[in-house]
């Protein structure tokens, strides 16, 4: 009973602590907020921790390092799993995808904002042909 008690509280905590998140991100993302970043360039860069628009070069470096770890993530494991050819490392790969292209259109957004120096929410970077129409 006691473990049942306790993995009850992790999970409890878990979702208070994925409830407190959630609130803090829909907070950012009001209108208001938005309309803020757009106006001013400095606000994102603020919001984002950079210190000056000097630090925009070494900041899209790593940027795109991270966009070739998240790219090659699930190439890897995909090649290893078309050598594996079972259903769990299908399953495994799928896992691993999904969020890996998540993290490949925020981090491209992310450098195109700093390329381009314009903040452009990430819903209409994303209809906008990922930067392309706008």
């Known amino acids: 009973m006691d473990d049942a008690k306790k993995s009850r509280s992790h999970f409890r905590s878990l979702k208070d602590n994925f409830c407190s998140r959630l609130a803090a991100f829909r907070k950012d993302r009001e209108k208001e907020n938005q309309h ?4 001013d360039f400095n606000n994102v860069l603020q919001r984002w921790g950079i210190a000056s628009p000097e630090n925009l070069g070494e900041v899209v470096i790593c940027l795109y390092a991270r966009l070739a770890i998240l790219a090659a993530l699930p190439l890897m494991y995909g090649i290893i799993a078309l050598f594996l050819r079972t259903f769990n490392s299908l399953i495994v790969f799928g896992l691993l995808a999904v969020p890996c292209l998540f993290g490949v259109l925020a981090t491209a957004w992310r450098i195109w904002v700093l390329k381009n120096t314009r903040f452009v929410p990430f819903t209409r ?10």
Not at 36 to 39: G, I, P, R, T
Not at 125 to 134: E, N, Q, S, V
Request: proline residues 0%.
């Open 36 to 39: 803020e970043l757009e106006a």
């Open 125 to 134: 970077w994303l209809f906008g042909g990922c930067g392309i129409w706008l």
